[in-house]
Nanobody, 128 residues
């Protein structure tokens, strides 16, 4: 059974930092693109960040560029999201996602359609 389990969410004041982790089990994603998405209160789920399996290529939404950093450890089957300079508008449930197919070394994706496996999410609350 494939599982993605997020951790590291919580409450933080504006300007603070959090580091999310997503551990996968049940199969390897070492050759697959992975990403983070989020859903704020009353909003649709949106793309946050993505990373190629080679770790050389990343992409971010404009709203988090320069503040968030995505990384991964393929041997641990884990992807991370370092979030700095947090703002109240970053408040959301954060989901990690993984593609079920092998990808080219440079490939990454901001489209939800790319991802076959999703975690249950972790809540991040940023107070002003």
């Amino acid at each position: 059974q494939v599982q993605l389990v997020e951790s590291g969410g919580g409450w933080v004041q504006a300007g603070g930092s959090l580091r999310l982790a997503c551990a996968a089990s049940g199969r390897t994603f070492a050759r697959s693109v992975m990403g983070w998405f989020r859903q704020g209160p009353g909003k649709e789920r949106e793309f946050v960040a993505t990373i190629s399996w080679s770790r050389e290529h990343t992409d971010y939404s404009d709203s988090v560029k320069g503040r968030f950093t995505i990384s991964r450890e393929n041997l641990k089957n884990t992807v991370y999201l370092q979030m700095n300079s947090l703002k109240p508008e970053d408040t959301a449930v954060y989901y990690c996602a993984a593609s079920g197919t092998f990808s080219p070394t440079h490939y990454y994706s901001s489209s939800e359609d790319e991802y076959d496996y999703w975690g249950r999410g972790t809540q991040v609350t940023v107070s002003s």
